[in-house]
């Protein structure tokens, strides 16, 4: 079993920054793909951005494109999404997750791919 616990959100003002950590248990962290989600206020769970697990691979929603960077330790068990330029639309609950079997280098962009979640952390931008 594998559990995910997400730090670092907040209330921001438009044109801030947040960096947003998960910290994994499990000896096995380095074999996963790891992502991050966000869900707005009436929205679906929408893909933010992941990364591979040897970190040499990333890819982003067009949204977020420019703005955001994942990054992932495997020693430390742990991956960080950089959030800068942050607009009001940014505003989500931001949830980590691990996709346990990933396929080759590939990332998935669909939640359901991914097989352990963290509870979420909310991240609320003022304009």
């Known amino acids: 079993q594998v559990q995910l616990v997400e730090s670092g959100g907040g209330l921001v003002q438009a044109g801030g920054s947040l960096r947003l950590s998960c910290a994994a248990s499990?000896?096995?962290?380095?074999?996963?793909?790891m992502g991050w989600f966000r869900q707005g206020p009436g929205t679906e769970r929408e893909f933010v951005a992941g990364?591979?697990?040897?970190?040499?691979?990333?890819y982003y929603a067009d949204s977020v494109k420019g703005r955001f960077a994942i990054s992932r330790d495997n020693v430390k068990n742990s991956v960080a999404l950089q959030m800068n330029s942050l607009k009001p639309e940014d505003t989500a609950v931001y949830y980590c997750?691990?996709?346990?079997?990933?396929?080759?280098?590939?990332?998935?962009?669909?939640?359901?791919?991914?097989?352990?979640w963290g509870q979420g952390t909310q991240v609320t931008v003022s304009s």
């Open positions: 990364i591979n697990w040897s970190g040499r691979s990333t």
């Open positions: 499990g000896r096995t962290f380095s074999t996963y793909t």
């Open positions: 997750a691990a996709d346990a079997f990933p396929t080759g280098w590939s990332i998935s962009t669909t939640h359901h791919e991914y097989d352990y």
